[in-house]
């Protein structure tokens, strides 16, 4: 049961425009978020994160809202930058109050065009 | 942000040969890490939780016996994949949850690539 969902494997943009990752989730239990970027042959970098208490969170270029009604987050990255470039996941802790790991979503490969 | 190492980074070895591949928190104690792996294009998987002075907790369908997890101190986690084959290659990450730090935030080390021939 794929409890986080990515349903849009690539997204391309180009330089200057916003870039929107989607991300859904079924556990309502889920009470935080986190996007993570990772290039090739390296791993995850944490990007930003949200709580259930907020339905916006702010992190210079970028922004993730929280749609709890419809179980649905989205990352929006604006101008995008070909720097940007790279697979973002979306990743929410269990139900465990400590250690708790994370799920995470498919990712999606972003692609900031010049 | 806190730092997590993984070594080594790659490793080419023979099939039915063991790999060990370490995972440290060079800035904090980690009572907790994690062991994932990434086939290409696919997600981050988990395998298993190391909890540091007790036996890791596995998911479900990863072997424990083939994938040995040892958490021996609060900065070191070791990954040994035993008698290792072709499709044991794989990006394998080790992550680190920060005791004090964001709501279950974990820090990844930058991955160990294996291939096995």
């Known amino acids: 049961d794929q409890q986080v969902k990515q349903n849009s494997p690539s997204l391309s943009v180009q330089e200057g425009r916003i870039s929107i990752l989607n991300c859904d989730y079924t556990?309502?239990?889920?009470?935080?978020f986190l996007w993570y970027k990772k290039y090739p042959a390296e791993g995850p970098t944490f990007l930003i994160s949200?709580?259930?208490?907020?339905d916006k969170n702010e992190d210079g270029r970028f922004t993730v809202f929280l749609n709890k009604s419809a179980k649905h987050l989205s990352l929006h990255i604006v101008p995008s930058q070909p720097g940007d470039s790279a697979v973002y996941f979306c990743?929410?802790?269990?139900?465990?109050?400590?250690?708790?790991?994370?799920?995470f979503g498919e990712g999606t490969q972003l692609t900031v065009n010049p | 942000g806190a730092v997590v190492s993984q070594h080594p980074s790659w490793v080419i070895c023979k099939s039915g040969t063991s790999v060990k591949i370490e995972c440290r928190s060079l800035?904090?104690?980690?009572?907790?890490m994690f062991w994932y792996r990434q086939f290409p294009k696919q997600s981050l998987m988990l395998m298993a939780t190391?909890?540091?002075?007790?036996?890791?907790?596995?998911e479900q369908g990863v072997e424990k016996d083939k994938f040995l997890i040892n958490h021996a101190s609060l900065t070191l986690s070791t990954l040994t994949v035993t008698s290792a084959h072709p499709e044991d290659s794989s990006f394998y990450i080790c992550?680190?949850?920060?005791?004090?730090?964001?709501?279950?935030?974990?820090?990844f080390g930058p991955g160990t690539r294996l291939t096995v021939l």
């Open positions: 992550s680190a949850r920060v005791p004090t730090g964001l709501n279950n935030e974990q820090f």
């Open positions: 556990n309502s239990m889920f009470d935080y």
């Open positions: 949200i709580s259930s208490i907020k």
């Open positions: 990743a929410a802790p269990g139900e465990e109050t400590s250690g708790s790991r994370l799920t």
């Open positions: 800035d904090f104690q980690a009572t907790t």
């Open positions: 190391s909890n540091e002075g007790s036996k890791a907790t596995y």
